[in-house]
């Protein structure tokens, strides 16, 4: 899997050496692209995680409209990648940025909010 973690107002590998398919590296890419502006525009936002068709977003503090951007970022990274988006929300003070920190939390239920968008729209 390739993993980004988006800093404030750059992109950086969490994992340099790992390896993707030309079209996956594209599409995570267009989806960094996309949901950059999320990231600069809201302090509340500690990090953004890319991985292909999925983005993971830390929260801190959480906000009360954080499900309301967690969809508009579905229909961005959607757009984007022209691909079934999904974005999973968490409380940054709980959950870092790195791989095994969010796939832990989703086993163990602690992610806030998950949604995903095809065809420019969130699914139900």
């Known amino acids: ?4 973690l988006i800093p404030k107002l750059t992109f950086a590998a969490s994992n340099p050496t790992a390896k993707a398919n030309s079209s996956n590296s594209s ?3 267009c989806a960094e692209k996309a ?3 999320f990231k600069t525009t809201y302090s509340d936002i500690k ?4 991985d292909n068709n999925t983005a993971y977003v830390g929260y801190d503090p959480v906000p009360d ?7 508009a ?3 961005d990274g959607n ?5 079934g988006f999904h974005v999973w929300a968490f409380d940054a003070s709980k959950v870092s940025g790195d791989k095994n920190s969010i796939q832990n939390a989703i086993n163990s239920n602690k992610a806030l909010f998950e949604t995903t ?5 969130i699914e139900k």
């Open 79 to 83: 757009k984007a990648t022209d691909f």
């Open 47 to 50: 990090w953004i995680v890319v």
């Open 1 to 4: 899997m390739l993993f980004r």
């Open 35 to 37: 949901l950059e502006k």
């Open 65 to 71: 409209v954080f499900r309301e951007r967690c969809k």
């Open 27 to 29: 599409s995570s890419s």
């Open 73 to 75: 970022m579905a229909i």
């Open 117 to 121: 968008a095809r065809h420019g729209k």
